[in-house]
């Protein structure tokens, strides 16, 4: 019905930078909100950045002036750029959307994830 397809995802060293892009397709009448989310080894999932249609944007507290969300004029694709990479944001980042696939009702879709190693 709505499938999100992450890519971007690779090796850097320390400092670098990654570009995250997620592209939502299928039956959807809106698309809310799109977002990212990380989970590293042993750790719990959590929120790193979020748009909505409305264009309220989110960033956690530690990626603030490192990433930068944004979207196309279709908010059908959401980017992150991620600069000055740190080991500790390594983690399998995620896509999130909140959508309506119809008029009636909206649903919570989720990637499969992109692998982002931070190692020198």
């Known amino acids: 019905q709505v499938q999100l397809v992450e890519s971007g995802g690779g090796l850097v060293q320390p400092g670098g930078s990654l570009r995250l892009s997620c592209e939502a397709s299928g039956s959807i009448y809106s698309i809310n909100s799109m977002g990212w989310y990380r989970q590293a080894p042993g750790l719990q999932r959590e929120l790193i950045a979020s748009i909505s249609s409305a264009g309220s944007i989110y960033y956690i507290d530690s990626v603030k002036g490192r990433f930068t969300i944004s979207r196309d004029s279709a908010e059908s694709t959401v980017y992150l750029q991620m600069n000055s990479l740190k080991p500790e944001d390594t983690a399998v980042y995620y896509c999130?959307?909140?959508?309506?696939?119809?008029?009636?009702?909206?649903?919570?879709?989720w990637g499969r994830g992109t692998l982002v190693t931070v190692s020198s």
């Open positions: 999130h959307a909140n959508v309506n696939p119809t008029y009636y009702y909206d649903m919570d879709f």
